[in-house]
């Protein structure tokens, strides 16, 4: 079965360092979605790509934060410097567009800064 | 803007009993309205979906969804709980942008 592969699932990191979080969309899928899950605010949307190119990354703090697709198989989402109240499950999610747009889900990575 | 509440965080309901998870919406235009649902340590995964056509749509897992456009709300049930049923349920909707907007979740408990 294709699916939404991510990596890392699981990082745990000090302040202040780097993290990078990698997605690989399902092949054929043209939208890329990366959300941020916490207890307390939900499953927020942080950006969103359709034929790799950035259409909304108004969710995201952009002072530190930064997502890209370097090419169709590859999106990024990169924390720099990484604070603990980034700590959450990050997803990403996969589409072919459109209204009918059913997404697909990676498994996350749970992120834990200290 | 778009927008998706789920007034309740948590649902119990008795395993065999019939169950309903609210969702209510905001959004210019036609709606376009979907459920996910999330298993502990999982991804979401598609339910069903309201694109347009019959206000009561069936999806996966015997659930169905009523749109009801009066009260801009598209709520999520079954008839006959399972205890596997049992997860978080997060009711979305597509922004004619394309950007796809969820709900907070809703944790349903199945009684056995």
């Known amino acids: 079965d294709a699916r939404v592969t991510q990596t890392p699932r699981h990082k745990v990191t000090e302040m202040g360092q780097e993290v990078t979080m990698r997605c690989q969309p399902i092949l054929g899928h043209n939208t890329v979605f990366w959300y941020r899950q916490t207890m307390m605010q939900g499953l927020e949307l942080l950006a969103y790509f359709r034929n790799r190119a950035p259409l909304d990354d108004s969710g995201m703090p952009k002072d530190r934060f930064s997502a890209e697709m370097p090419d169709a198989t590859l999106a990024t989402l990169k924390i720099q410097p990484s604070e603990p109240r980034d700590s959450a499950v990050y997803f990403c999610?996969?589409?072919?567009?459109?209204?009918?747009?059913?997404?697909?889900f990676g498994s996350g990575t749970q992120l834990s800064v200290l | 803007a778009q927008s998706v509440a789920q007034p309740e965080d948590q649902v119990n309901v008795a395993e065999g009993n019939p169950l309903t998870v609210k969702c209510t919406y905001s959004v210019s235009g036609n709606p376009y309205l979907f459920w996910y649902v999330q298993y502990p340590n999982r991804g979401l995964q598609f339910l069903l979906k309201?694109?347009?056509?019959?206000?009561l749509v069936k999806g996966s897992y015997g659930f169905e969804a009523e749109f009801n456009k009066s009260q801009t709300s598209f709520h999520l049930k079954k008839p006959s709980a399972l205890v596997s049923d049992s997860a978080l349920y997060f009711c979305a909707v597509r922004d004619p942008s394309g950007k796809i907007i969820f709900g907070k979740g809703t944790r349903l408990h199945i009684l056995p």
């Open positions: 999610a996969s589409g072919f567009g459109g209204v009918n747009e059913k997404l697909f």
């Open positions: 309201y694109i347009t056509g019959d206000n």
